[in-house]
């Protein structure tokens, strides 16, 4: 190996965002979904998008190196298997994640510096408290939060239900629910389960459309609230998907306190979670960790856990973990009430 190489690999790495920045651009103009369904030319693409021809045709050798688009014969393009999940109505897609990466995330991630030297999140250097309240003055941002955090749930949805036996649940809760993609996909799977999506009240009418359009809104229904003063009461079990690990210990302990006196001596509890390695190394889902927990750290102000830092947390919310099921890069973490 050469003695330049671990230095271009530095380099590569410190140039990332820029693929970060090309993705999202092809994804505001909808490349992916133009060649969905057939290759196309450059003068095609610049039509159709309103692109800047010569400049566009940069920007599409620049996703042919990432392997999203590819070229076909005829001087066409065409989508690369990267690429697929990149069309809006893709299952899995990661448009709106590429969307919010670009435009939200790409620019509070700028200011990490100052998060690192002060503890504090974005929201706090600006005055705010809750990153979800300075979130809520920009209602195009919420929306644009809200459809990345469905598709990444609907992406993590499948191993998760193949991760958990939810039959012996009648019905479910899911607390900090959004969009309702994942109590959605848990009673479309078992017939016989009754769902409520709990949220704040911004949440309501693109819960209740993903209901509607699922077919399932005569079992499952939507409740506005504030998990920070209550959770509605639970006849049985709760679900938190990427909820605890928005919040520091003493929230979350908040949150699951809520959680324990809202439900039965015999409910249950889960937490849909990734788990940070006690000992982060250099390997990819190592660093997906790491990385989120430093998203959180800027963002809402919570972090990632490790095993053991959950069965604490867990304890000092009155609650035991029992089991842990890897659901992807994800967990469906169980706790009973003690
Ligand atoms: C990271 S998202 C997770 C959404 C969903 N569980 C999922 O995984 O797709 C956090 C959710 O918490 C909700 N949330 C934030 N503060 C809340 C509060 N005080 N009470 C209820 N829900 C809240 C947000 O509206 C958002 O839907």
Not at 126 to 144: C, H, I, K, W, Y
Not at 308 to 335: C, H, K, T, W
Request: aromatic share 6%.
């Amino acid at each position: 190996m050469s003695s330049s190489a671990p230095a271009l690999k530095l380099l590569d790495l410190i140039q990332s965002h820029r693929v970060t920045a090309v993705i999202y651009v092809a994804a505001r103009l909808g490349i992916a979904d133009l060649l969905s369904d057939k290759p196309k030319s450059l003068d095609e693409l610049a039509k159709e998008t309103g692109a800047d021809r010569a400049a566009l045709a940069r920007l599409l050798a620049a996703l042919v190196t990432t392997g999203i688009c590819t070229r076909a014969e005829g001087e066409r393009y065409a989508l690369g298997e990267t690429g697929t999940a990149l069309i809006g109505d893709a299952h899995p897609s990661f448009k709106a994640w590429a969307i919010l990466e670009g435009e939200l995330l790409s620019k509070t991630w700028s200011g990490m510096l100052e998060t690192i030297m002060t503890g504090k999140t974005a929201a706090q250097l600006q005055g705010f408290d809750n990153s979800f309240d300075l979130m809520a003055r920009a209602p195009e941002t919420v929306r644009v939060f809200n459809a990345a955090m469905a598709e990444l749930t609907a992406f993590v949805t499948a191993d998760v239900l193949a991760a958990y036996d939810f039959s012996r649940i009648s019905h479910l809760l899911d607390v900090g629910g959004g969009s309702g993609e994942l109590i959605g996909a848990v009673i479309k799977r078992y017939g016989h389960i009754r769902g409520t999506v709990f949220d704040l009240p911004r949440c309501e009418e693109a819960a209740t459309a993903h209901l509607a359009k699922l077919g399932v809104s005569d079992r499952a229904g939507f409740i506005a609230g504030d998990f920070f003063r209550s959770v509605p009461a639970s006849i049985d079990s709760i679900i938190l998907k990427s909820i605890i690990h928005d919040w520091n210990d003493e929230l979350s302990c908040t949150i699951l306190q809520n959680c324990r006196r809202a439900m039965p001596e015999a409910g249950t509890l889960l937490l849909v979670e990734r788990l940070m390695p006690a000992m982060p190394g250099p390997d990819n889902e190592h660093k997906s960790h790491a990385l989120s927990d430093l998203n959180m750290l800027r963002g809402p102000g919570g972090m990632e856990r490790t095993e053991a830092q959950y069965r604490d947390l867990l304890g000092s919310a009155g609650f035991r973990m029992s089991s842990i099921a890897p659901a992807g890069r994800f967990n469906v973490i169980e706790a009973r009430p003690v």
